[in-house]
């Protein structure tokens, strides 16, 4: 939303040039890596170009996460469409279609899509139009009022963050029998009056360079924690270190620092296929596409 305010051009081209290469990049390695003594089922080469140009299947794509990803390739070109429609309504456009697209996807059980997920993407548009009012209103607020904001402000994000990490979302979630139906509600809505709460109260302020970072680095993050943790896993278990039927659900001392381990190491991993991929490789796709200019 933010990035198509004035004009969605390349909107569509840019976002596939900045999530393709390192989700190619992942799938291939998790292939490779079938059988092997972290990932026991095989692929075929066939299922491998189905994963990789995001063919849908009634079963997941070879990366774990593709899934995700596939339907956020889908929200992209769902947007870039509502952006040709009518550029300033381009948010209500998107989200009518994925609110129709959701409720076909429900009735007719197409069995891949078969999931709300699409509508956490209303969510974000709706948290979008939330920041962006607050931001541009002209404020009569006093100096006591902006306090006040502030403080209501830190207290949702607190309560929300709370919330979302808490037993009772869990237990929400799990008795309802439909993770996925029940996650945009318990999940998505806390989530998205987080981050309306956080971009608000850092209106005016400058965003603290580790939030940057770690903003800059959560897609690596997202898709390389998978390969971090099954390799602790299996190097802890190589070591006689760890059981095979361990339990990580268990709140232990082991748990908790297996748990920090696989955080920090993930944030390096990320860190440095962001600086190789998701900087150097992307920027020279982007020259070669876009013909773009080399920074300086």
Not at 143 to 163: E, H, M, P, Q
Not at 253 to 258: E, G, L, T, Y
Not at 278 to 290: P, Q, Y
């Amino acid at each position: 939303m933010y990035v198509t305010q004035s004009s969605a051009k390349y909107y569509l081209i840019k976002r596939l040039i900045r999530v393709i290469p390192l989700y190619w990049i992942v799938t291939i390695i998790r292939f490779l890596l079938s059988p092997s003594p972290i990932y026991s089922q095989p692929y075929n080469w066939k299922f491998l170009l189905e994963s990789l140009f995001f063919i849908p299947k009634n079963i997941q794509p070879i990366f774990n996460l593709g899934w995700t990803v596939n339907h956020v390739i889908m929200f992209y070109i769902i947007f870039r469409l509502a952006c040709l429609v009518n550029l300033k309504d381009r948010g209500k456009i998107a989200a009518a279609f994925m609110i129709t697209w959701v409720c076909s996807i429900q009735i007719f059980k197409l069995t891949y899509f078969y999931t709300p997920l699409p509508l956490e993407f209303i969510l974000g548009i709706i948290a979008f139009e939330i920041t962006k009012y607050a931001h541009v209103r002209k404020s009569k607020n006093t100096k006591y009022g902006k306090i006040i904001k502030n403080i209501v402000c830190v207290i949702l994000s607190a309560a929300s963050l709370w919330y979302m990490t808490s037993y009772p979302a869990m237990v929400i979630i799990y008795k309802s029998g439909d993770w996925e139906l029940m996650r945009p509600a318990v999940l998505g809505i806390p989530a998205m009056i987080l981050v309306c709460s956080f971009c608000i109260f850092m209106k005016d302020k400058k965003t603290p360079k580790f939030l940057l970072f770690l903003g800059n680095i959560s897609f690596s993050c997202y898709l390389w924690h998978i390969f971090v943790v099954a390799f602790a896993k299996l190097l802890l278990q190589k070591m006689n270190l760890l059981a095979a039927d361990h339990d990580f659900y268990l709140m232990t001392a082991s748990n908790f620092i297996f748990m920090v381990a696989c955080v920090l190491l993930t944030i390096a991993v990320s860190w440095v296929s962001y600086k190789l991929i998701e900087v150097k490789l992307t920027s020279w796709i982007r020259r070669l596409v876009l013909r773009e200019k080399k920074n300086p």
